[in-house]
């Protein structure tokens, strides 16, 4: 019996206290947070730098406002509302489609116009956001997921969660909403993430609650050998990103939609550990090894390059 | 490795000036560490008495300078018109009493505190005063002191053995008729101590007597018991003069060195000297107070001794917060175990202290269940986020006072320290554990109060261990070694032991 601290650090698994000392610390400044943190900020900033989100319907700012929400969904059938700063998924409301005076949730189930306000205003009062801070609605488009990933998620949006350290794409996941996880696609509350080779962008195998599974355990489907579409270009998207806020440990949310292909839909910039696991592979060989570069290249296209050269280079034997 | 460099020197430095500084208070100013608190501690009244013939009069009291085995706390000189003086005399000091002009029976008294020391063997510190001349014993005394020597010599090895081997013959009665001549030397014990002495020059040993006083509590009018001490070149042997056995007796305060006389008064006659002894207990901490005061030394003033009783025990109990902290720091960093809040399990931890553990967690898990549950029913309500919270709030403080009304009329008085309970971390809890509730299931939920629990029960019998309480508040600057340690976790990117079972799938994959 070897000691459990050596296997893991021999398979490159990067830990929870590394992961906040040596990357999140040394990498991530302070002051660029609020970038990714303010989800509305973080949309502002990808609309200018040409980089694809899901459209903003509007933004509620005060308890008057939320009155108003006809209005600012006008003819829209479904959306999302989410806090500006919410972390982990937490009071994010996907509305599939109205009735009348009647919300039916991802889930299938209705929601009525006051359970609505009363969870905005929560939003609003700061129930969801970072230190429980006021907080601002976003409303902004739901997402008409591409139907790849149909048989593989239970309800909600999947989307594709991509590690970007110094701007260089080193793992990737797809992440599959399950009953237990309410439509969320967090690894947290109880999805699935399926690992993805960065070379071919086919899904492999997963983990859910932190066991290796093969299959999605409500659907029943395999996760592995989907073929994501354009995952050169998504590749390319979540390097890009690294442009926006400059943070050098970065946690990219990449959603498929039907029409208008890969968007972002958020960043993060503490993305948790899990990756590794539905990877089947640490992190550690490839951070280190871009640690050790002196230069690393500016374009965008290079650096989605040298993230699948690394992985070549340092595949498990 | 060298990224963590300055944290490692900052932490050393921190870590090196508690510990020097922890030290110096133990090994120099002799605070205990260990909380076993009382020691010994003997008042010894001496009481000089004489007859006064009318004109001035000088009378001077020998008086111990370093008594081997015990520290001064405190001295007095109490007297009625006399002016007093104290001055080296040789080994001694001496007590020195002067007025004008006096009649009559006088008595002077010199008050000593003394307390033990945890020294082995206490003996004197002063040098090797040279090798004795052979005394002129006298014709027929020499023969016999000669045959005496010449057959202990043969029984011995050094000095120590020696003395002791001759101390025991002489005792010896009918062992060699001529040694039996030699047991006449002495009539009173303290002549025969001195006779010893005096045989023992016979060999050139440096030898002397010492006067002492049998520390009994509640004794009076007890007088001094002569003593014998040898020197072996390296160090004073003290030696029975009855038995040869080496060593003080115990509890033995040894007043004077050499055979000067006790009292000697100018200008009065009948000196007599009388001793009363107390025994009480102290705890150390307050002896080395007063020590530290004698010695002049300011660490003690500055330390939370000068502080009032009150604020003391308010610090007695905020030192034992950093205890609690660091061991947050340990659970969550380094063993993974999951919380609601960082140092709320702490603030617990402070309540347990009033109601003892079981206790405790009896009544933290009865609020936050019935908590919870209203909790629940308040959600149905679609209350804003701060009047829930102070709904929460209110309904904690009822619950708590619920509780303590039930408990009394029943009897167990224990739950009234329920009042104790930090109400507002005990609603912030209840709320957030709503929430993981909702977001994250029940068992997410229970997991993390389940985990704030153990944290807070591990917190309550580190922050209530005596050793460890005793030791924060008598030594603060241990504080600065924790700091080191939390400087030096701050910077551990080790495994968590959660991860182990997180990364199970890993550990089973590599290991087959």
Redesign the interface.
């Given at each position: 019996?070897?000691w459990?601290?050596t296997?893991?650090?021999?398979?490159g698994?990067l830990?929870?206290?590394?992961r906040n000392?040596?990357y999140i610390m040394l990498n991530n400044k302070r002051r660029l947070y609020p970038l990714v943190d303010d989800k509305l900020k973080t949309k502002e900033l990808a609309q200018q730098a040409g980089i694809a989100v899901p459209e903003l319907y509007g933004v509620v700012k005060t308890e008057h406002a939320i009155g108003d929400l006809e209005d600012l969904l006008g003819e829209h059938r479904s959306f999302v509302v989410k806090p500006a700063h919410g972390s982990g998924g937490?009071g994010i409301l996907v509305i599939t489609d109205r009735r009348q005076n009647r919300y039916v949730k991802a889930s299938g189930s209705m929601m009525s116009a006051?359970?609505l306000n009363?969870h905005i205003?929560?939003i609003l009062?700061?129930?969801f956001s970072l230190g429980g801070m006021p907080d601002h609605a976003m409303v902004e488009y739901c997402v008409q997921f591409d139907p790849i990933f149909e048989d593989v998620a239970f309800q909600g949006v999947p989307d594709i969660r991509t590690i970007v350290f110094r701007g260089v794409p080193v793992a990737s996941m797809v992440r599959l909403p399950t009953r237990?996880s309410d439509g969320k696609a967090n690894l947290?509350?109880?999805a699935v993430g399926a690992g993805i080779d960065m070379a071919t962008g086919l899904t492999q195998s997963g983990?859910c609650q932190?066991?290796?599974v093969t299959t999605h355990p409500d659907t029943g489907a395999p996760l592995a050998g989907i073929s994501i579409p354009g995952w050169d270009k998504l590749l390319l998207l979540a390097a890009r990103c690294y442009d926006l806020a400059a943070l050098g440990y970065l946690g990219v949310d990449v959603v498929l939609d039907r029409e208008h292909g890969p968007l972002v839909l958020e960043l993060n910039a503490r993305p948790g550990?899990s990756i590794?696991?539905a990877n089947?592979r640490?992190l550690l060989p490839a951070l280190k090894a871009i640690e050790r570069m002196k230069t690393i290249p500016t374009s965008a296209d290079e650096r989605v390059a040298l993230g699948l050269d690394l992985l070549v280079r340092h595949a498990p034997s | 490795m060298l990224r963590n460099l300055p944290v490692w020197i900052i932490a050393a430095l921190l870590m090196a000036a508690g510990a020097a500084m922890c030290a110096y208070k133990v090994r120099a100013l002799g605070l205990p560490l260990l909380p076993s608190t009382d020691t010994a501690v003997w008042t010894v009244e001496a009481r000089a008495a004489f007859r006064a013939r009318g004109g001035p009069v000088k009378a001077t009291l020998l008086i111990p300078k370093q008594p081997p085995g015990f520290e001064h706390l405190d001295e007095h000189y109490i007297s009625n018109g006399f002016g007093v003086t104290q001055e080296a005399s040789g080994l001694n000091r001496a007590a020195l009493w002067a007025v004008r002009r006096a009649n009559g029976t006088q008595a002077v008294y010199y008050r000593l505190t003394v307390y033990e020391t945890d020294t082995d063997n206490p003996t004197h510190q002063d040098p090797f005063p040279g090798y004795p001349r052979v005394p002129d014993y006298g014709e027929s005394t020499q023969a016999a002191v000669n045959a005496l020597l010449n057959e202990v010599r043969s029984e011995s090895a050094d000095i120590a053995t020696f003395a002791r081997a001759l101390i025991a013959r002489m005792n010896r009665e009918g062992a060699n008729p001529s040694v039996d001549s030699l047991r006449t030397g002495g009539d009173s014990p303290g002549a025969w101590a001195q006779w010893l002495v005096d045989v023992l020059a016979g060999a050139r040993i440096p030898a002397r007597v010492i006067w002492g006083l049998p520390l009994v509590d509640g004794t009076r009018d007890a007088t001094l018991v002569p003593y014998i001490e040898v020197h072996n070149e390296q160090r004073w042997i003290p030696m029975s003069p009855e038995t040869g056995k080496v060593g003080l007796p115990d509890d033995f305060l040894v007043w004077r060195i050499g055979n000067d006389p006790l009292l000697a008064v100018d200008g009065g006659a009948q000196p007599d000297v009388r001793f009363s002894v107390t025994r009480s207990q102290r705890q150390i901490v307050s002896i080395a107070r007063d020590r530290a005061r004698q010695h002049g030394s300011l660490v003690l003033d500055y330390s939370l001794f000068s502080l009032p009783v009150q604020t003391q025990n308010v610090y007695r109990v905020l030192l034992t917060v950093p205890l609690g902290a660091f061991l947050v720091v340990l659970l969550r960093n380094v063993v993974g175990v999951k919380t609601f809040g960082t140092f709320m399990p702490i603030l617990i931890a402070l309540a347990f202290r009033e109601t003892k553990l079981i206790w405790g967690i009896v009544l933290f898990t009865l609020i936050v269940a019935l908590g919870l549950g209203l909790r629940f029913a308040l959600e149905r309500l679609k209350l804003l986020l701060v009047p829930r919270l102070a709904s929460v709030l209110i309904i904690v403080i009822l619950l708590m006072l619920l509780v303590s009304l039930v408990s009394h009329h029943l009897g167990m008085d224990r739950g009234l320290s329920i009042a104790l309970f930090p109400m507002v971390i005990l609603a912030m809890t209840i709320e957030r554990m709503s929430l993981v509730w909702e977001e994250h299931g029940a068992w997410e939920a229970i997991l993390q109060g389940g985990g704030s629990l153990l944290v807070a029960a591990a917190g309550f019998l580190v922050m209530s261990n005596p050793l460890l309480t005793h030791l924060v508040f008598v030594f603060p600057e241990l504080l600065l070694v924790l700091l080191g340690a939390c400087l030096i976790l701050g910077r551990y990117t080790g495994y968590r032991l959660s991860e182990f079972w997180r990364f199970r799938a890993v550990l089973a994959g590599k290991d087959q």
């Open positions: 019996m070897r459990p601290g296997i893991l650090r021999e398979a698994i830990s929870m206290n590394q000392a040596d937490n006051d359970d009363h205003s929560n009062s700061g129930m237990a947290h509350q109880g983990v932190n066991a290796r550990l590794q696991l089947r640490g | -």
